[in-house]
């Protein structure tokens, strides 16, 4: 659930409600498709009834050889600064980053073929943020060059996401559903006993951003099983089955407002002006900064989706929606499409499963007063929160976008070139604000009524 596409750099990228918005766009939008007799469960995609879009228990660390891995991320942490940070005590960080990066070209290329699917998913979250800390901890060139990352990572990471369906790169399930644990071990894992394993900054301010959306996933898991409820049904159209829906529609209005208060209060602990120069920075993809990255050792390396972790939310509506505008459109082409990509295969499948399921809400509300007025509520909702995740894009990325970096101002001067020139982009390299404007107009244009006419 990337619950803010944007916001860093991947796409206003980077709060969580990814999976959940496209769901959401699925079915209460009314999106449409060819109807399918799949017995469609969470739990035939990796969906757990408790836990959602999460791992149903923390991943175990690796072992064996590939504690190598483990132990050179562990040895990165609080030791690397950011290349383009030039206050003192970033600077007095880099002899050691020089170290830890010939620490890692030394690595041994280790083979990955028979681990188990929960080590795939440490392996491809361990190498991932090996693959950023060593990009990010280079300090840049006067004229950007490709940037290789070295075979031991490379190989691997290719390797590992092919197994698990997901691009070979920094994810939303790397930062967040891959990194969560429960703060205290002897109680499951919740909104208030959730804590990560690995942060590139080792602020506070991270650790709660991620927190923060690690927080909508675990409330959105309700927003999963109403869905799957409604796909289970046998006759959509029978009066005492609207009657439930609409029901069931009011309990979806409850957690859309959940979450958008879980997304406001981001701002109570996880500071602007320190995400967007401390933390934002160390997610970036190739697409997003100056030098593109190369897999060394993977003939296919240009083609691989590189982009940096993204909130990968849908703004787009078909078919019962009324058409968006061509700059709606513009700001969406491939956009939902590539975001995907991003997400575990076994996730993929599950929207576009979904997606194949006859879930005609929008067409049932159409004709049933009873309907109605829950699923306009629900799409009120739905708008509010994309008004929200505006505000929030436009204080963690727009605006801090126009400050100056930390440091004296000589050293600011040396990272002018660090700060956004033309539209804010998101992680995922989209256009934060076009990209926003557009998921709220999609939504404003699925109401049935007139919004000066409904409740």
Known sequence: MSFISGLPHRPFSYFSVGHFFQVLNAVVLGLESPETTADFKMEDYNVDYATGFFPQQPLPRLSGEFELWENVLDDAEGNISLGEDTRESAKAKRPYGEIWRQRVRNLPLLNTDHLAECLLQRAHMVLAFLINFYVHSQPPNASPTPIHIPECLAIPIVNVSRELGIAPVLTFADTVLWNAKPADSQLPMSANNISLVHTFSSTDTERNYHIVSAKAELRGVEILRIIEDYAQLSDVADLHTVSKTARDLRRLVTVVQDLTDIMQNVKDTADPYGFYWEVRPWFRGSDCGASRWIYDGVPESDSLDLGGPSAGQSTTARQEVPAPSEENKKADRGFMERMRRYMPGSHQAYLRDLAALPVPIRSLAKTSPLLRES???????????????????????????????????????????TQQKGPAKGTGGSHVSSLLKAGRDATNRALLKPPSMTP
């Open 375 to 417: 699923y306009d509520l629900a799409i009120l909702a739905l708008k509010k929160f994309r008004d929200m995740h505006m505000r929030i894009a436009c204080l963690y990325i727009i605006s801090m976008a126009k400050t100056t970096p930390p440091g004296t101002p000589e050293e600011g001067l040396e990272r002018q070139g």
